[in-house]
Nanobody, 126 residues
Framework: VQLQASGGGLVQPGESLRLSCSASGFSLGYYAVAWFRQAPGMERKGVACISSTGTRTYANGFVEGRFTVSRDYANRTVDLQMYRLTPEDTAVYYC????????????????????WGQGTQVTVSS
């Protein structure tokens, strides 16, 4: 059972990036999946979550449109599309799930998600 986040990299301010979360050993499609990020020296914080049926939830400070979480049913991934990136978006981005809930939890506590991907680094710099 494993989650894997991919798609990170170095981009310039204003550019876009799409991250993907995939799973081995189980299907992401049955469960809510969340994205978190952790900037250097900071706590890991929630970004977005998507339920098994596609309902999206965004953490405070993350506006849908600049960050969009979605399911790619063909590739069996949960993606995070990020637009107009700024240096403040620089962080390691993680995907997570609890493998039991179909809906997103009411809080952005990391303790609610037992299963985590290894993270993918996003660096926004000119």
């Amino acid at each position: 059972v494993q989650l894997q986040a991919s798609g990170g990299g170095l981009v310039q301010p204003g550019e876009s990036l799409r991250l993907s979360c995939s799973a081995s050993g189980f299907s992401l499609g049955y469960y809510a999946v969340a994205w978190f990020r952790q900037a250097p020296g900071m706590e890991r914080k929630g970004v977005a979550c998507i339920s098994s049926t596609g309902t999206r939830t965004y953490a405070n400070g993350f506006v849908e449109g600049r960050f969009t979480v979605s399911r790619d049913y063909a590739n069996r991934t949960v993606d995070l599309q990020m637009y107009r990136l700024t240096p403040e978006d620089t962080a390691v981005y993680y995907c997570a799930t609890d493998r039991s809930s179909r809906i997103c939890p009411p809080a952005w506590s990391t303790s609610l998600f037992p299963y985590w991907g290894q993270g993918t680094q996003v660096t926004v710099s000119s």
